[in-house]
């Protein structure tokens, strides 16, 4: 502004005024014009939702026992055509599943009193013709590729492997000493498919495609069933780390 004003001073024929104003208009017409062909603000709350998660939770349910809380959750969804054609070409998925457990206070941020992940690994294995699950406590961290695993499973199908990975029973996620009586607690609930798994060139070319972003978050207040103490499955066997 403060050039335009030296400017206007320092030019003394009505004509380089003249020009210099349709110039300006004209410069501000098209930056007018260029911003209008931007998003509104709430368009990129639309973008995200676009690319949102294409997994639900169809059921989480908690139990509280002698021993400690144990969780039963189901999330369901369809395995796309891509995905599906990258592990038929022998490339591993690898899906992480964290649960944390918060106290409610209402004097400052709630505090989390427990917590558990995992970590399923599904292959195809072409010589067998088979599916194999491996599930292991705790998530993979920097890149590694190594799974502690606990649990191993071959199937027949790729929808009887896709049912285990998709399905948690009875997984001991907190001790029953971590649950006050009278307190209120929220338990948050996470399951995605962990792009940082797969072979590095193979990030680079799924990156930000839909098709790829398997994932599912859930906030629900913890509603715990009493029920006696039984013999954890096999599937609870894999605990995770707290």
């Known amino acids: 502004m403060v050039f335009i004003t030296q400017f206007w001073k320092s030019t003394a024929p009505d004509v380089g005024v003249r020009a210099w104003a349709r110039f300006y208009v004209a ?4 930056l007018s014009l260029c911003l209008g062909w931007l998003p509104p603000a709430h368009s990129a709350s639309v973008i995200k939702a676009a690319h949102a998660a294409t997994a639900q939770l169809s059921q989480l349910r908690t139990e509280l026992t002698e021993d400690g809380v144990y969780l039963n959750a189901a999330v369901a969804f369809e395995l796309p055509h891509v995905v599906e054609d990258a592990l038929l070409k ?3 998925l690898f899906f992480a599943i964290e649960v944390d457990i918060y106290r ?3 004097y400052w941020t709630d505090q989390r009193v427990a917590g558990a992940a995992r970590t399923i690994r ?21 890149g590694s590729s190594g799974l502690r695993a606990t649990f191993n499973q071959n199937y027949d199908t790729l929808s009887e492997a896709m049912s285990a990975v998709q399905r948690v029973a009875r997984w001991k996620v907190a001790d029953s000493a971590d649950i006050r009586s009278g307190s209120e607690y929220n338990v948050v609930f996470s399951f995605k498919l962990d792009l940082s798994q797969l072979p590095r060139p193979f990030q680079i070319g799924v990156a930000g495609q839909r098709d790829w972003n398997i994932a ?3 906030t629900q207040p913890l509603q715990l069933q009493t029920t006696r103490s039984a013999e954890p499955s096999k599937d609870s066997a ?3 780390s707290k």
């Open 104 to 106: 409610d206070r209402w």
């Open 90 to 92: 022998g490339i591993p």
């Open 238 to 240: 894999t605990e995770g």
């Open 27 to 30: 410069l501000l017409m098209g």
């Open 122 to 142: 599904l292959a195809y294995q072409p010589l067998t013709r088979r599916w194999r699950v491996n599930i292991g406590s705790g998530l993979i961290g920097g």
């Open 216 to 218: 599912v978050d859930s």
